[in-house]
T-cell receptor, first 112, second 116 residues
Framework: DTGVSQNPRHKITKRGQNVTFRCDPI?????LYWYRQTLGQGPEFLTY????????KSRLLSDRFSAERPKGSFSTLEIQRTEQGDSAMYLC??????????FGNGTRLTVT | AQSVSQHNHHVILSEAASLELGCNYS??????LFWYVQYPGQHLQLLLK??????LVKGIKGFEAEFIKSKFSFNLRKPSVQWSDTAEYFC??????????????FGTGTQLKVEL
C-alpha cells in the first residue's frame, strides 16, 4: 500500500491563471473522491468517480472546475480562471467497495 | 441534507487527562460513522468506524467512540491523552447501509492540543 499520492504539494498562482492537480489513488481502488478544505472547516465533497465515470458533482463545483479520470486510475482536477476564493487545500481520497476512504496529503493552493 | 456538528473547536488538555470530543449528526436513517485524525503535516487517517453492531467501537491508539442513536451522537473518548495525540479530529457520516462506499460528510473538526 503506497498510499494516495497528490501532486504538487503546494501551488501558488496568480488570479486568473489555470491550475491542474493530480491524484494517484491506491492502485486497486475503484472509487476516487475530491474534497476541498479551508481553514477552520472540515473537508467538503467536490466530486466522485467510480472507475472512469464521474458519478456525482457537488454544487460547490462551479463551471470553472473540471475533473477527469480518463482510464480509471489517476485523476486530475483543473481550475480555470482561478479566484482568491479558490485558495484551499484540495484533498483526494480513494476506496474500494465498502472500505473506508484513504486520503492523500493534499495540494495546497494559494491564489494571489 | 445531512450535517455533522462538532461543538468543541479547540481543546487544550494536560497529558494524562481524559478526553471526550462531541459529535452530533442530523440524519434520521441508518448511518455509518467515522472519526478521522490529522496529525500536523500529515494526511487524514481513519481512527475508528461504526457500521453496525456493538455501539461502543474501539479504534487505534486507545481511542473509542460510542454511538447513541437516540441522541444522534458519536462522541470520541480516550481515558488518558498523550502529547502525541495533538492533532485535529474530524467526525464524519455516510448515510445508508453500504458501509463506506458513499461520500463522507465531515464536521468542522476539533483541534486538540495536549500539553506536557
Amino acid at each position: 500500500d503506497t498510499g494516495v499520492s497528490q501532486n504538487p504539494r503546494h501551488k501558488i498562482t496568480k488570479r486568473g491563471q489555470n491550475v491542474t492537480f493530480r491524484c494517484d489513488p491506491i492502485s486497486e481502488h475503484n472509487r476516487l473522491y475530491w474534497y476541498r478544505q479551508t481553514l477552520g472547516q472540515g473537508p467538503e465533497f467536490l466530486t466522485y468517480f467510480q472507475n472512469e465515470a464521474q458519478l456525482e458533482k457537488s454544487r460547490l463545483l462551479s463551471d470553472r472546475f473540471s475533473a477527469e479520470r480518463p482510464k480509471g486510475s489517476f485523476s486530475t482536477l483543473e481550475i480555470q480562471r482561478t479566484e482568491q476564493g479558490d485558495s484551499a487545500m484540495y484533498l483526494c481520497a480513494s476506496g474500494q467497495g465498502n472500505s473506508p476512504l484513504h486520503f492523500g496529503n493534499g495540494t495546497r493552493l494559494t491564489v494571489t | 441534507a445531512q450535517s455533522v456538528s462538532q461543538h468543541n473547536h479547540h481543546v487544550i488538555l494536560s497529558e494524562a487527562a481524559s478526553l471526550e470530543l462531541g459529535c452530533n449528526y442530523s440524519y434520521g436513517g441508518t448511518v455509518n460513522l467515522f472519526w478521522y485524525v490529522q496529525y500536523p503535516g500529515q494526511h487524514l487517517q481513519l481512527l475508528l468506524k461504526y457500521f453496525s453492531g456493538d455501539p461502543l467501537v474501539k479504534g487505534i491508539k486507545g481511542f473509542e467512540a460510542e454511538f447513541i442513536k437516540s441522541k444522534f451522537s458519536f462522541n470520541l473518548r480516550k481515558p488518558s491523552v498523550q502529547w502525541s495525540d495533538t492533532a485535529e479530529y474530524f467526525c464524519a457520516v455516510i448515510p445508508g447501509v453500504t458501509g463506506g462506499g458513499n461520500k463522507l460528510t465531515f464536521g468542522t473538526g476539533t483541534q486538540l492540543k495536549v500539553e506536557l
